[in-house]
């Protein structure tokens, strides 16, 4: 009788371990369409960067981006500075008055105005009161070579991209080059982009902002 209780309790072991060990495996097992976490301070990756220039492209006309143009006026103060007009960077951060840095990308020209204000009354305590305008200058692309309306400038809209911009100076004339198409941003960077392959594919149909430069060249042929 020992022997078979000991038998019996011997099988049962041995199937409790099993059954534990399929229930562990099955909780480290991810499913394959669960999305990874990403570790801390993980790289981000081109779609993340594509997603993101994608967001930035479709704000509103009175949100900030790199390259608008603007005019800063301070007044309601003693010693207020003429008034400046910048060239928004790439890096989105400008200098003002008394050394005063801020960052505008992405922001609202009015909270911004209010944002600015606070730091030189209630952060610096600089002022006991100021008053700060932002105007936003006007936004343009400059639009050049074998184009049909060769202006020199088009008017900028949200979410304007390569194709609306050589529509808006007319189109192509039958002279032009549509596989290389030179695009030189405010801050220098130089793209090259088949037209073609834009018109047909909107992947391919690069975004623009205030102050970039197209032009497109004449074909050798």
């Not at 209780?5 to 495996?25: D, H, P």
């Not at 369409?33 to 081109?46: H, R």
């Not at 594919?201 to 975004?207: E, L, T």
Request: aromatic share 6%; charged share 25%.
């Amino acid at each position: 009788m020992n022997l078979d209780r000991f038998r019996i309790r011997t099988v049962w072991s041995i199937l409790a371990a099993f059954v534990c060990a399929v229930l562990v495996s099955g909780c480290q097992t991810t499913s394959p369409d669960a999305d990874p976490v990403a570790a801390p301070g993980a790289v981000k990756t081109a779609s993340n960067e594509a997603a993101a220039a994608k967001a930035a492209s479709s704000l509103g006309m009175d949100y900030l981006r790199a390259g608008d143009r603007i005019r800063i006026v301070f007044a309601d103060i003693p010693d207020a500075p003429a008034a400046t007009d910048d060239q928004i960077p790439e890096d989105g951060k400008l200098t003002l008055h008394k050394n005063v840095e801020i960052y505008l990308l992405g922001k609202k020209r009015t909270d911004l105005e209010k944002e600015i204000e606070d730091i030189y009354v209630k952060q610096r305590k600089l002022y006991n009161r100021i008053k700060v305008t932002i105007e936003r200058l006007g936004l343009f692309i400059s639009v050049g070579g074998e184009v049909r309306t060769p202006s020199g400038t088009v008017p900028f809209t949200a979410g304007m991209t390569l194709t609306t911009a050589i529509n808006a100076a007319g189109g192509c004339t039958e002279f032009a080059n549509r596989r290389q198409v030179l695009i030189k941003r405010a801050n220098g960077e130089t793209l090259k982009v088949n037209l073609r392959k834009a018109v047909d594919d909107p992947k391919f149909d690069i975004p623009l902002y205030p102050g970039d430069t197209v032009h497109v060249h004449r074909t050798l042929l």
